[in-house]
């Protein structure tokens, strides 16, 4: 069965250092990944996606995350911290949910905080 | 575009009420989706739809009804609200599946008393 898996429920940082979200997963195939970011009282946005092309995927905002197989891992980061990225950040697996259909399986949240 | 927009954004209702979510996407995508969120508990997937006039369920559809007559809308619908479905309610879409992104919309707050 896939899940994944969100290490921290709340990362606290400083503006202008360095962000780590992890996050890890577990699949029966090769799995395609996803960062989604939700700010207060909004909807979600996709951050970036892994889909089995290169392991190191950027995305907006200055976000990457690397895939790494043989840790089951998709962790976040950024070098440098604003205080517009506080946030919250979803880690998504797609999976086949019966039939074809590649569904989302979401952790549950890590709420970024960004001191100035 | 609009993208993907939802309507209410916030509704009240009684235990035993009945209500229905609209969702609306200009983007002409497949497939549509309704999720849950809850508090510490990420997203989870009611029910959704890979095209007009197909519906299937999610991880949590008990409770739900959805439809999905036109392409660019997919309905939710509670028959009798239950304090347990006090949540708030997100609608996706997305062109395809599995590597596809999902494009979401803004949310309804809902509150069963």
């Known amino acids: 069965a896939q899940s994944v898996t969100q290490l921290d429920s709340h990362v606290s940082v400083s503006e202008g250092t360095p962000v780590l979200l992890r996050c890890n997963y577990s699949?029966?195939?090769?799995?395609?990944l996803f960062w989604y970011v939700q700010h207060p009282n909004k909807g979600l946005q996709l951050l970036l996606k892994?889909?089995?092309?290169?392991?190191l995927v950027k995305g907006i905002n200055g976000f990457e995350a690397e895939f790494k197989k043989s840790e089951t891992s998709f962790h976040l980061t950024k070098p440098s911290a604003h205080m517009s990225d506080a946030a919250e950040y979803f880690c998504v697996v797609s999976v086949r949910y019966g039939g074809s259909q590649g569904n989302l399986i979401f952790g549950k949240g890590t709420k970024l905080s960004v001191k100035p | 575009n609009a993208g993907v927009t939802q309507t209410p954004k916030f509704r009240v209702l009684k235990t035993g009420q009945s209500m229905t979510l609209l969702c609306a996407q200009d983007?002409?995508?497949?497939?549509m989706y309704w999720y849950r969120q809850d508090p510490g508990m990420g997203l989870r997937l009611i029910h959704y739809?890979?095209?007009?006039?197909?519906?299937a369920k999610g991880e949590v559809p008990d409770g739900y009804n959805v439809s999905r007559l036109k392409k660019q809308n997919f309905l939710l619908g509670l028959e009798s609200a239950a304090p347990s479905q006090t949540s708030v309610y997100f609608c996706?879409?997305?062109?395809?599946?599995?590597?596809?992104?999902?494009?979401f919309g803004p949310g309804t707050r809902l509150l069963v008393l």
């Open positions: 892994y889909t089995s092309a290169a392991t």
């Open positions: 983007m002409n995508h497949e497939y």
């Open positions: 996706a879409s997305s062109r395809g599946a599995n590597q596809e992104t999902q494009y």
């Open positions: 699949s029966s195939y090769s799995p395609s």
């Open positions: 739809s890979v095209g007009e006039g197909t519906t």
